[in-house]
């Protein structure tokens, strides 16, 4: 029995230290990812904050309030960076996160020479983004304009009736959770939605008439809500130029006297631990190794998870849809 109790005993103490020592591997695995994603992001940062390059900005996707990216601006504009080029390839999104969006781009072409490069895309609350610059370069092909809002909402009245489900509710007025979905959308709630959307709309308007200066002809012919090739932009005042990248630096160089010999270097906007795919398939190897599969399966999921996210868009639009056929 004694030696039973002494295996037992000595099994308990080498568990312990295994536990311990998984437990400081992991430790040393995430500080060492945590220490490598700062070392890059800075790096990236003072590389160019030193070298008074011309910063390259891309705002893609889906556009949605986000106070990390106002503050990236932020040092954007305090850092010393010559120039600013913006591409943009985003079919929009939110009215309210385009509109924060614009508001950050604006004050920082007040504080250094900006141009907006479309590449595939700058659509509705995308093109919101593009005005806060007063040169906009596209390619031939690219996709402009959307000029609109939209509110859209799903109305699952007839499915009800069909499985046989009703919703009650107490509300406190008429227009309270107007439209909710789970009834029909009554007259007066259609009107007050009606009400926002020509209000947000004539905002947009409002904008692209004053920072491309157009006349009320001019503008009677992009705001039906289409968007345009590059080339038929052109024509119509909604950008300035076709070309590339190539051609908007030129355009800082010979209209803001950017010296023609500095580099254009990425400055990342929001940088986050999912940007770094490298760092987190390190850490999911790593939790694997030490035998926390658990946790190395959550850490591989948070991209996607993240990825997702952009999915859940609420209130007013500025978003360009294509349509889609059976």
Known sequence: MSLDSDVIVDRRRMRRKLTFWRVAAVLAAVAAVVVVGVVVTRSGSEALSSSGAIARIKIEGLIQSNNDRVEALERLEKSSAAAVVVHINSPGGTTAGSEQLYDALMRLKAKKPMVVVVEGLAASGGYIAALASDHIVAQQSSLVGSIG??????????????????????????????????????????????????????????????????????????????????????????????????????????????????????????????????????????????????????????????????????????LWRPATTN
């Open 149 to 318: 809002v939209l509110f859209q909402f799903p109305n699952f009245t007839g499915l009800m009736k069909t499985v046989g489900v009703e919703v009650e509710q107490v509300k406190s007025s008429p227009l309270k959770a107007a439209p909710n979905g789970f009834e029909p959308t009554s007259p007066e709630a259609r009107a007050a939605l009606e009400s926002l959307v020509r209000d947000s709309y004539a905002w947009f308007r409002g904008l692209v008439q004053s920072r491309r200066a157009m006349d009320d002809a001019q503008l009677q012919k992009v705001v039906d809500g289409r968007v345009f090739t590059g080339r038929q932009a052109v024509d119509l005042k909604l950008i300035d130029q076709l070309g590339d990248e190539k051609a908007a630096v030129a355009w800082l160089v010979s209209e803001k006297k950017i010296k023609s010999d500095l580099p254009v270097r990425d400055f990342k906007l929001t940088p986050k631990f999912s940007d770094f795919t490298f760092l987190r398939a390190a850490a999911t190897i790593t939790l694997d190794a030490v035998g926390l599969g658990a946790i190395a399966r959550q850490v591989e999921q948070a991209g996607l998870a993240q990825a997702m996210d952009g999915f859940g868009l609420d209130g007013m639009l500025a």
